[in-house]
């Protein structure tokens, strides 16, 4: 099945520790995306990355880290520098970035990140 | 910079009833309109999109949507609705020019079905 596998599901951080969610897809994608999500709020841009070994700064990106090493992967670091961190964090990917339907999102299931 | 507003936090609807979930958005430029759906503890799955072309939109699960340019407002539909459609909309936009895809989402609406 194609599709953006994130894992895990539930992720717990203790205070002053860096925490990586992991964002994997097999759509053959060229662009990444990583939202953070907290209620009342709708979906907020942390990173994007538009072509392996590239990636930009979203809209809420302090205390945040990212790689793109691989096409089909782009892990989140959530560094102690996040002083809130906890929310749910939705991956997604399109085919690419420029005009036209490729450039729809598709998006994984999530990861809840709480602080213990 | 876009902003999209979606007025209603919540909807609550009985079951067959019809359904309306407001969405407008304030752009300078064009945009492509959306319409996604959260089910609890799950990620977005499309319902809808508005790229080009006819202004009444159909999507997955019976939802239709029209794109008002006069009255920047892009409304989902749903003629009756049922128990399953319980979940979160968000409607998102984005803007037609640039070469990302940045997508700007509204606050989300939560439609309540019950019996």
């Known amino acids: 099945d194609g599709g953006i596998t994130q894992s895990p599901k539930y992720l717990f951080r203790k205070e002053g520790q860096n925490v990586t969610l992991s964002c994997e897809q097999n759509l053959n994608h060229d662009a990444m995306y990583w939202y953070r999500q907290d209620p009342g709020q709708g979906l907020r841009l942390i990173y994007y990355s538009q072509i392996v070994n590239d990636f930009q700064k979203g809209d809420i990106a302090e205390g945040y880290s990212v790689s793109r090493e691989k096409k089909e992967s782009f892990p989140l670091t959530v560094t102690s520098a996040q002083k809130n961190p906890t929310a749910f964090y939705l991956c997604?990917?399109?085919?690419?970035?420029?005009?036209?339907?490729?450039?729809?999102?598709?998006f994984g299931a999530g990861t809840r990140l709480s602080v213990l | 910079a876009q902003s999209v507003t979606q007025l209603d936090s919540q909807v609550p609807v009985f079951e067959e009833a019809p359904v309306e979930l407001r969405c407008n958005y304030s752009s300078s430029v064009s945009v492509y309109l959306f319409w996604y759906v959260q089910y609890p503890n799950q990620g977005l799955q499309l319902l809808l999109k508005y790229l080009s072309g006819s202004t009444l939109v159909k999507g997955i699960n019976g939802f239709e949507a029209e794109f008002n340019k006069s009255q920047t407002s892009f409304h989902l539909r749903k003629p009756s609705v049922h128990i399953s459609d319980t979940a979160e909309y968000f409607c998102?936009?984005?803007?037609?020019?640039?070469?990302?895809?940045?997508?700007?989402f509204g606050t989300g609406t939560r439609l309540l079905v019950s019996p």
């Open positions: 997604a990917s399109s085919m690419g970035t420029g005009k036209g339907a490729k450039n729809i999102q598709y």
């Open positions: 998102a936009v984005s803007d037609m020019n640039t070469g990302f895809q940045k997508l700007v």
